[in-house]
C-alpha cells in the first residue's frame, strides 16, 4: 500500500472545484428567484381571478386591422391578429433597412466629396436629422400628410396612374399576368447564373490571371433575362389603375399614411447615422493604401472594390448591424402614428383579453427573434468580411 | 416609449401583485393620504386640464367625491392620464387605486381580467361622427369608410361587429393617443370618428369648426361607464361604489352644495341617515359620518356634476337622457342608504 505522496486536498481548498461549486450556487439562486416570481405570479393572478395561458390565441380577435399582408378580418384568431402585426413590422423594418443603407451609404460618401456644396449638405443632412429625436420626426411627417394633402375626392394627380391624398399613396400597377410567375423565375435564374458566372470569373483569374467584367454581366443577365420573358410574352402593359369608389381609391397599390410617414421617418433618422458609420469606415483605412494601389497602377474602380471597400467594411459592418437592430426596435413607436405594427396589435389584444404578462412576454419574444435573426444574418456577413484579411 | 411603459407595468404587476391584496386599499390609501386615481388625458367634460393645470370633468369629479368620502378632502386626488391601452393593466398592477376613465363595463372585464366595477356613473352609446359635406346620413351607409377609432375600447370592438354584421367592408385608422387621433380626424385623415356619444360630442365642441360635424341617428351600442377597482378587495369596492350612489341619492333627496348645510337640520330620517346626523352608515363603509356630507359639500350633487361639466349650459349640452334620476324617466337609481 504505498499512498500517494501528493496530500488529498479538500474540495473546498480546490479553486477548480470550488469554482464550479459557485457556478452551481449561483444557478440555483437564480432559480429559485425565477421559480419564486413565476409561481407567485401565478398564484395572485389565479387569486385575483385574472385569467392566464396561451388559451386566447385560439379566441376570435373580435377586431379589425387596418392594413394586412395577409388575409385578416374581426372574425379571425388573436394568433393572426398578431401575426398580421408581426408581417407588417417585419415589412416596415425590411424596406425601412434596406432603403436606410442605400441611402445612408450615399450620403456618407457625399460627406466625403471634395465638392464643398455636397459635402455641406450632407452634413447638415446628417446633423438635423441625427438630434431631432425619431418619435417627433414621425409626429411630423404624418401631420405633414394629413394636414396638407386634400381629401380623396380633390386628390393631387400629379402623373396619370399617380393619386396622392390624405388616405395615403396610390399608383398605377401592371394588372396580374400569367407573365409575372415566369418573369420572377427568369430573375430568380439569373441570380444563380450571376452566381455562377461570379464563381467561374474568380476561379479563372487566380488560374490565369485574367479579369472578367462580371458586374456588368450580372447585371445584363439579371435585366435581360426577364425582360426577354416579358417580350415573349408579348410585353403585356395592361395597367391597373386606382379608381375613386365611395369613400376611397381602389385598384392599383397604395400605401398609408401611417406606413409613409412611419418608412420616411425611420429611414430619414437611420440613414444619418449609417452615413457616420459609412464614413467612419472610409476614412479608417489609411490614405497610404490608395496611394500604393496607384502606384501599383489599378484604377478607381478597382481601388475602391479591391482595396478600399474590403478593409472599411470590416470597421463598417458591427456599427452597421446595430443601427439595423435599431430601425427595427424603433419601428413600434408605430403605436404613436396609428400603424399596425407587431406592438400596436399586441397592445390591443392585452387589453381586450387583459393577459399583460402574456403579452409583454410575447413582444419581448418577437423582437428577440426579430434582433437575433439580424445579427445572425450580419455575423455571418461579417465573418466573410473579415475572411478577406490577408 | 408606450412599450417600455407597459412593460414597467408588467413587471410591476408581477411584484406587486403579492402586496396588493395583503393591506386593504383603503388602508393603503390612508397611509399615503391621496387616492391615486386613472384618468383620461383629454375628453373635455370628462377629463381634462383647464388652462390652469387643473383637472375637471365628471369623472374627475368621481373621482373626487371618493377622496371627499375618504378624507373629508375632495383635493387629496393624484391624477394619472392613462391612455385606454394603458388604463387595465395600471389598475391590474396596483399603479392606481381607482380608474375612473369612461371605461364601459363588460362580463370579460369584470371576470376574466379580474376587476370590479362600481356604480355606473355615465350610460352611453357608442355614435359616429362625420363632417356635414360627407352627405352621410345613416351609419349603413359607410361601406368602405375609413374609420379613427381607439384601440383597446369597447368601441373598436362594437365597430367591428356593427360592421360586419352589415356586411360592410371598412379601414380603421387606430391612433392610442386620443388627442392624436381626434387630429387626425379633423384634419380628414378618416370619413368617420367613432367612440361613445358623449365623447363625440365632447371632440366636436372644443373642434376647430363645430358646425361642420354632425353625428348619425344610430346608437350602436349599450355602454355603462363606471368606476373601476381590483378584484379582490371588497372595503374598497363598497367604498366607490357607495360614493358613486350618494351623488345619486344626494340628487334624489335633494341636497346640493348649497342647502347641504341647512339640510343638516333636515327632520327627514333619510336625509339624517345620509348626512350622518344619525350616525352608523359611515362606520359600517369603514369612514366616518360625515362622508357622504363632505361629498356633497365638497363636490355636489350628480345632478349638480352632470350640470356643471357636460349638461346644456356648457360647451358640450348634453341632455340628461339616460342619466337622468329614475324618477325623471333615466336609469340613475341608488339602493336605499339604511
Not at chain 1, 460618401?109 to 450632407?122: E, H, Q, Y
Not at chain 1, 464614413?279 to 497602377?297: H, L, M, N, P
Not at chain 2, 378618416?190 to 358646425?211: F, H, W, Y
Request: charged fraction near 15%.
Amino acid at each position: 500500500m504505498a499512498d500517494t505522496t501528493t496530500e488529498k486536498i479538500p474540495f473546498w481548498l480546490d479553486p477548480k472545484k470550488r469554482a464550479i461549486l459557485f457556478q452551481i450556487g449561483v444557478f440555483c439562486l437564480v432559480a429559485l428567484l425565477a421559480y419564486y416570481l413565476v409561481s407567485n405570479t401565478l398564484t395572485n393572478l389565479k387569486r385575483q381571478h385574472i385569467a392566464t395561458g396561451w388559451g386566447f390565441l385560439h379566441k376570435e380577435s373580435a377586431f379589425e386591422i387596418g392594413e394586412s399582408m395577409i388575409p385578416y378580418s374581426s372574425a379571425n384568431t388573436y394568433a393572426r391578429a398578431l401575426l398580421v402585426g408581426a408581417l407588417n413590422t417585419v415589412k416596415v423594418s425590411f424596406i425601412g433597412i434596406v432603403l436606410s443603407v442605400f441611402f445612408g451609404t450615399l450620403i456618407g460618401v457625399a460627406r466625403l466629396s471634395s465638392n464643398w456644396l455636397v459635402s455641406k449638405l450632407a452634413g447638415i443632412f446628417i446633423e438635423v436629422m441625427q438630434d431631432i429625436p425619431v418619435l417627433l420626426q414621425l409626429f411630423f411627417w404624418y401631420a405633414i400628410f394629413y394636414e396638407t394633402f386634400p381629401s380623396p375626392r380633390q386628390a393631387l394627380h400629379p402623373m396619370a396612374g399617380l393619386y396622392l391624398c390624405n388616405r395615403g399613396v396610390a399608383m398605377a400597377f401592371l394588372s396580374p399576368h400569367p407573365a409575372h410567375k415566369y418573369m420572377l423565375l427568369a430573375f430568380l435564374a439569373a441570380l444563380v447564373l450571376s452566381y455562377a458566372v461570379y464563381r467561374w470569373a474568380r476561379q479563372r483569374q487566380a488560374r490565369k490571371g485574367l479579369p472578367f467584367p462580371v458586374f456588368w454581366t450580372s447585371l445584363a443577365l439579371i435585366i435581360g433575362l426577364p425582360l426577354a420573358v416579358w417580350l415573349a410574352f408579348g410585353a403585356p402593359m395592361q395597367m391597373d389603375v386606382p379608381k375613386l369608389v365611395g369613400f376611397n381609391f381602389k385598384g392599383g397599390i397604395s400605401f398609408s399614411p401611417e406606413f409613409i410617414a412611419l418608412l420616411l421617418g425611420l429611414v430619414l433618422y437611420t440613414s444619418a447615422f449609417v452615413a457616420e458609420v459609412v464614413r467612419a469606415g472610409i476614412q479608417s483605412v489609411g490614405k497610404g493604401q490608395t496611394e500604393a494601389a496607384k502606384a501599383i497602377g489599378l484604377k478607381q474602380g478597382q481601388i475602391l472594390n479591391l482595396v478600399i471597400l474590403p478593409q472599411a467594411l470590416r470597421v463598417i459592418i458591427p456599427p452597421l448591424t446595430s443601427q439595423m437592430l435599431n430601425l427595427t426596435k424603433n419601428s413600434s413607436l408605430a403605436v404613436a402614428i396609428g400603424f399596425p405594427d407587431f406592438v400596436s396589435v399586441a397592445n390591443t389584444t392585452i387589453n381586450q383579453t387583459g393577459q399583460s404578462i402574456e403579452g409583454v412576454a410575447l413582444i419581448m419574444a418577437v423582437y428577440l427573434i426579430f434582433s437575433l435573426s439580424t445579427s445572425v444574418f450580419m455575423n455571418w456577413y461579417n465573418k466573410r468580411a473579415a475572411l478577406v484579411e490577408r | 416609449m408606450k412599450m417600455t411603459k407597459l412593460c414597467v407595468l408588467a413587471l410591476a404587476a408581477v411584484f406587486m401583485l403579492s402586496t396588493v391584496a395583503l393591506a386593504g386599499t383603503l388602508q393603503d390609501v390612508r397611509a399615503k393620504g391621496f387616492i391615486q386615481a386613472g384618468v383620461n388625458g383629454g375628453v373635455f367634460g370628462f377629463s381634462m386640464p383647464d388652462k390652469k393645470g387643473v383637472w375637471k370633468g365628471l369623472d374627475v369629479d368621481t373621482a373626487r367625491a371618493i377622496a371627499a368620502a375618504v378624507f373629508g378632502d375632495a383635493s387629496k386626488v393624484k391624477y394619472v392620464a392613462l391612455t385606454a391601452v394603458q388604463r387595465l393593466p395600471a389598475l391590474q398592477s396596483g399603479e392606481i387605486d381607482v380608474l375612473c376613465r369612461n371605461t364601459t363595463q363588460t362580463l370579460t372585464r369584470d371576470t376574466v381580467n379580474g376587476l370590479n366595477f362600481a356604480h355606473v356613473n355615465f350610460y352611453d352609446g357608442q355614435g359616429f361622427l362625420v363632417p356635414k359635406k360627407l352627405g352621410v346620413k345613416s351609419a349603413k351607409e359607410l361601406d368602405g369608410a375609413t374609420v379613427c377609432v381607439l384601440p383597446g375600447t369597447t368601441t373598436e370592438l362594437n365597430a367591428a361587429d356593427f360592421f360586419r354584421s352589415h356586411g360592410m367592408k371598412w379601414k380603421p385608422v387606430v391612433i392610442e393617443n386620443t388627442s392624436e387621433l381626434n387630429k387626425a380626424f379633423f384634419a380628414g385623415r378618416c370619413d368617420v370618428l367613432t367612440s361613445d356619444s358623449s365623447q363625440l360630442a365632447a371632440q366636436r365642441s372644443v373642434s376647430p369648426n363645430p358646425a361642420n360635424y354632425v353625428l348619425l341617428p344610430e346608437i350602436i351600442s349599450k355602454e355603462p361607464l363606471a368606476p373601476v377597482v381590483r378584484h379582490g378587495d371588497d372595503q374598497w369596492y363598497d367604498v366607490v361604489n357607495w360614493t358613486v350612489m350618494a351623488l345619486i341619492q344626494a340628487e334624489e333627496l335633494g341636497i346640493t352644495s348649497k342647502n347641504v348645510d341647512q339640510m343638516l337640520k333636515s327632520k327627514d330620517p333619510r336625509i339624517k341617515r345620509f348626512l350622518g346626523v344619525t350616525p352608523g352608515l359611515g362606520k359600517a363603509l369603514g369612514l366616518d359620518n360625515k362622508w357622504a356630507y363632505n361629498i356633497v359639500k365638497q363636490v355636489g350633487n350628480y345632478g349638480e356634476i352632470f350640470d356643471r361639466n357636460v349638461g346644456p349650459k356648457t360647451k358640450l349640452g348634453l341632455q340628461r337622457g339616460l342619466n337622468a334620476l329614475w324618477t325623471k324617466g333615466g336609469l340613475m337609481y341608488a339602493a336605499p342608504f339604511r
